[in-house]
């Protein structure tokens, strides 16, 4: 065996090793959906009806808006953050905070209204979560939020409407 492979094997064995404690290390959340929820499925073409492309985008094909684009980013007033794809609400502002990263973040939403998933897309693990009801796409749970939570549910803004109280 020539050195160059001896080393390439041995670093795919590196690599390999690291994917449990990748996987070990993102929130693992047992997420169920409310008993009063009742899925909604509709064909491609009717989301595209309902949904803007870029809504689209997000919320049927796991899409992310550029950072910083949202308007919702800004939004201080009380009221509630509906999926955008079926009106379910998911967050109430009180859990709204500036994490800094450029999406509309939460430290806790409401219980029964998302379900999460593990997600390869970038080959490091991540917990996905969409709408309990619709399956639509709403962004990522990472371990780095305030308390009481530690967790940042980091949103799409297109994926939202908020409705004020």
């Given at each position: 065996m020539r050195r160059r492979h001896f080393l390439g094997l041995l670093g795919v064995g590196g690599l390999a090793g690291m994917l449990p404690g990748l996987?070990?290390?993102?929130?693992?959340?047992?997420?169920?959906?409310?008993?009063?929820?009742?899925?909604?499925?509709l064909s491609e073409a009717q989301w595209r009806q309902r949904l803007t492309?870029?809504?689209?985008?997000?919320?049927?094909?796991?899409?992310?808006?550029?950072?910083?684009?949202?308007?919702?980013?800004?939004e201080k007033r009380?009221?509630?953050?509906?999926?955008?794809?079926?009106?379910?609400?998911?967050?109430?502002?009180?859990?709204?905070?500036?994490?800094?990263?450029?999406?509309p973040s939460f430290f806790d939403h409401i219980e029964g209204h998302l379900l999460s998933e593990l997600d390869f897309v970038l080959l490091i693990p991540r917990t996905e979560y969409h709408c309990a009801r619709c399956g639509?796409?709403?962004?990522?749970?990472f371990e780095d939020g305030p308390e009481p939570t530690g967790l940042r549910w980091c949103n799409n803004g297109l994926a939202l409407r908020f409705v004020p109280a």
């Open positions: 996987a070990g290390a993102r929130p693992k959340l047992e997420l169920e959906r409310a008993p009063d929820i009742q899925p909604l499925t492309p870029e809504q689209f985008h997000i919320l049927r094909e796991a899409g992310t808006e550029p950072a910083g684009s949202s308007p919702l980013n800004a009380q009221g509630e953050y509906r999926c955008a794809g079926c009106d379910l609400p998911l967050f109430i502002s009180e859990t709204k905070y500036d994490s800094g990263t450029g999406w639509g796409h709403q962004g990522h749970v």
